[in-house]
Antibody, heavy 117, light 108 residues
Framework: QVHLQESGPGLMKPSETLSLTCTVS????????WSWIRQPPGKGLEWIGY???????NYNPSLKSRVTMSVDTSKDQFSLKLTSVTAADTAVYYC???????????WGQGTLVTVSS | SSELTQDPAVSVALGQTVRITCQGD??????ATWFQQKPGQAPIRVIY???NRPSGIPDRFSGSTSRDTASLTITGAQAEDEADYYC???????????FGGGTKLTVL
């Protein structure tokens, strides 16, 4: 069974850079796209972007200027960097695996990131 | 704003049938995935592209698509189906993913 686990800071200050890593176990990181999705408290899901196993990326246009994703196939990990965070970036951040035919089929449990001064 | 539009809230009597809809132009060319999310939990996939149901999801959940609208139907809703439901597909460019705003389902 594929398992995804997010890791990163729980509390940040405004203007800092958020860095999150998703570790994949139970399956290969190859042949899939790997997404980041977030959910502000009490609100809906927002797609941040995805990265293919070969490093190709696609980002949400509304966040594109602040987002960078990377993948490390040797460690079965992929990462998210979000610069210049504000309180509006406070959310539960999820990582997920996807394919065109299967959709986003496996998700991590999510990690809460709070941005506060 | 989302390119996929969902009703914010829907209710259904226990044992009855409910349809949750998701409308967007991109659904004319891209299939939807449906997720169920309960409080404090990660979303779980209940319907995936071409209206397929993952193993382990009860067969009372089904999906369909007509023109620009995808639908999730629960036939014989149970108390445990009370949750938020999100549709997910590609946007009009075909490159980006997008989620609907979510529908809160109440089982009465």
């Amino acid at each position: 069974q594929v398992h995804l686990q997010e890791s990163g800071p729980g509390l940040m200050k405004p203007s800092e850079t958020l860095s999150l890593t998703c570790t994949v176990s139970g399956g290969s990181i190859s042949d899939y796209y790997w997404s980041w999705i977030r959910q502000p408290p009490g609100k809906g899901l927002e797609w941040i972007g995805y990265i293919y196993y070969n490093g190709n990326t696609n980002y949400n246009p509304s966040l594109k200027s602040r987002v960078t994703m990377s993948v490390d196939t040797s460690k079965d990990q992929f990462s998210l960097k979000l610069t210049s965070v504000t309180a509006a970036d406070t959310a539960v951040y999820y990582c997920a695996r996807g394919t065109t035919m299967m959709g986003l089929d496996f998700w991590g449990q999510g990690t809460l990131v709070t941005v506060s001064s | 704003s989302s390119e996929l539009t969902q009703d914010p809230a829907v209710s259904v009597a226990l044992g009855q049938t409910v349809r949750i809809t998701c409308q967007g132009d991109s659904l004319r060319t891209s299939y939807a995935t449906w997720f169920q999310q309960k409080p404090g939990q990660a979303p779980i996939r209940v319907i995936y592209p071409r209206n397929n149901r993952p193993s382990g999801i009860p067969d009372r959940f089904s999906g369909s698509t007509s023109r620009d609208t995808a639908s999730l139907t629960i036939t014989g809703a149970q108390a445990e189906d009370e949750a938020d439901y999100y549709c997910n597909s590609r946007d009009s460019s075909g490159r980006n993913l997008v989620f609907g705003g979510g529908t809160k389902l109440t089982v009465l």
